[in-house]
């Protein structure tokens, strides 16, 4: 019996580290709910995080150089190539949802400087107010990454500051150049898009039809932007999706939002009634994002009765395949906008950030949307992470069938205690387990040579009968405690609890759409299959004791 434990101290990145690891050990179910309520202090003794969550590593040393250059030693800076960082920083800081952090924009500095070829925005502000700008560097995906940074620092005694008369109209960007790299990436998203399609007629697209972004937020914050552009309307989020794209739409929608939270046909048919009822009193809908299948429930929406809406109604359908990955299902032409996380699975090292989309030529937005991507996309992958994700995918397909594999023994393990005695397990969120499989089914790609059996992703979640269970599970578990999916390594989080858990009408409102707190988010590595299972017989060995001795109610 071999039982997994993190090979990394807290706040470090399971082996091999790197100063790009994504990955890192964050243990602790009650340390994850503090930082959840504000307590800031165990950042400082972590090394590697997820760069979203704030400039780290060369990210952090960069904005300090940058600081101590223009005069601001000791203050915070985050650094962008798109000027469009200013006024939404500007609004971020001051939006209502900061609550008690909001602060006046007149407390922020803005500087731009030249450095390598390369024009930075840069932001700066008092440490104290980090709190109010965090999700301004994590929700829109663009701050500079690692390895940008890092190749900046080198040419750092040359900076040049850039004069400016005011911050709202800020001196013209340079952005990234575009490197051979970034073409046979698009060329091999666009072969997988492809490689064993459902109907190959309905597949048209071609390497000119993916753009690259440098992290998937960022595909979302771009895509977004320019649909809000092109259809003014209500943006509609569907089912639960990642909780960043939510809580940014949430912010980030001048002609409305609405969140609807189901995916089952009940849920479609409550959706169709509200389109029908804005279209009678002559509103819009600009575009609605679905994940497929949704995070963390693993819910699958039929995509094709969206798209039929999608063309009566008139608005842009955007589908997420990222849990699934486009290695497994063949979403395209259910879709006008096909999103993917490459950071996850098609990356699979944990070690670099990126993001796509690819458009649809068959939807009826296709010449608007891709004339209106051509004339304002500007590219802000840096070659070098363009590079890593290239050499890094290139085994997608292997590393696919032995995240779906993992994912699904493990799936299958845990659903086999439900009913057991004293067996902690309530259910198990997973496609192959649920009662829209057939749904998820009809998406998947032919099986082939290279992926006989296409399958269902590498994220599930498993649900208990109590928090304490759930807590106990968590605390016990021998995998790594660390944001991200569809890494080298298995990866686990208490999501729900952190993300959803903080506001009690948040909490009860994802609650009645499956993402409840007593659960855990279970992201299958590499690793051997029995190792993985081993690793669950132990954490649920903790998790039957604690739910013994946890009220009848379970919410002890």
Not at 56 to 62: D, G, M, N, S, V
Not at 298 to 310: M, N, P, Q, V, Y
Not at 414 to 422: N, S, V
């Amino acid at each position: 019996m071999v039982v997994l434990r993190p090979q990394s101290d807290f706040g470090h990145a399971p082996p091999p580290q790197t100063p790009y690891s994504i990955v890192t050990n964050l243990p602790g179910w009650g340390m994850l709910q503090a930082f959840r309520d504000g307590d800031m202090s165990p950042m400082a003794k972590v090394v590697h995080v997820y760069p979203r969550f704030g400039p780290t590593q060369f990210a952090a040393k960069l904005g300090q150089e940058v600081a101590k250059r223009v005069g601001h030693e000791g203050k915070s800076c985050m650094v962008y190539l798109n000027p469009v960082m200013w006024p939404f920083t500007a609004g971020h800081v001051q939006n209502k949802a900061r609550e008690e952090a909001a602060i006046d924009p007149e407390k922020l500095t803005f500087k731009c400087v030249d450095v390598g070829g390369h024009r930075l925005y840069a932001v700066l502000f008092e440490p104290a107010h980090t709190k109010a700008l965090l999700l301004s560097w994590g929700a829109p995906g663009l701050g500079l990454s690692i390895r940008m940074a890092e190749h900046l620092l080198n040419d750092i005694d040359n900076l040049v500051e850039v004069p400016f008369d005011d911050w709202k109209n800020p001196p013209k960007p340079t952005y990234t150049p575009v490197g051979p790299a970034h073409q046979l990436l698009r060329e091999r998203i666009n072969y997988f898009v492809h490689r064993a399609a459902i109907d190959a007629e309905l597949v048209k697209s071609k390497p000119d039809d993916v753009l690259l972004f440098p992290t998937g937020m960022a595909a979302i914050f771009c895509t977004t932007n320019l649909l809000q552009e092109y259809r003014p309307g209500t943006n509609v989020a569907l089912g639960v999706i990642f909780h960043n794209t939510h809580h940014h739409l949430h912010e980030e929608s001048p002609h409305g939002f609405k969140h609807l939270g189901m995916v089952d046909e009940q849920g479609l048919d409550e959706m169709e009634v509200w389109l029908d009822g804005e279209a009678k009193e002559g509103r819009k809908v600009s575009f609605v994002i679905v994940e497929f299948p949704g995070n963390p429930t693993t819910l699958s929406a039929d995509l094709s009765r969206l798209k039929k809406l999608s063309e009566k109604h008139g608005f842009v359908l955007i589908v997420d395949d990222t849990l699934a990955g486009f290695a497994n299902v063949d979403v395209l032409a259910s879709s006008d906008i096909l999103l993917t996380s490459l950071t996850k699975s098609f990356n699979g090292r944990a070690d670099v950030l990126g993001g796509s989309i690819v458009l649809n030529p068959l939807s009826p937005h296709y010449n608007e949307l891709s004339s209106r991507f051509a004339k304002s996309f500007n590219n802000e992958l840096f070659a070098a992470d363009a590079e890593v994700i290239l050499l890094n995918s290139h085994d997608y397909l292997e590393r696919t069938r032995r995240l779906n594999r993992n994912a699904e023994a493990m799936a299958t393990f845990l659903h086999r205690t439900i009913g057991r005695d004293d067996s902690p397990v309530a259910r198990v969120q997973y496609p192959s387990l649920l009662p829209d499989k057939s749904i998820y089914d009809r998406y998947l790609r032919r099986s082939t040579t290279e992926l006989p059996n296409p399958g269902y992703g590498c994220l599930l979640n498993v649900e208990f009968e109590s928090v304490a269970a759930a807590q106990a599970f968590y605390d016990r578990c021998g995998f790594y405690s660390s944001p991200h999916l569809g890494g080298h390594v298995t990866i686990m989080l208490a999501y729900n609890m952190m993300m959803y858990g903080k506001k009690k009408e948040e909490k009860e409102e994802f609650r009645k759409y499956g993402a409840i707190e007593e659960s855990i988010r279970l992201s299958a590595g590499l690793e051997d299959v029995e190792d993985l299972i081993d690793t669950l017989k132990d954490a649920l060995d903790a998790a039957t004791e604690a739910h013994k001795k946890a009220a009848p109610n379970g919410t002890q």
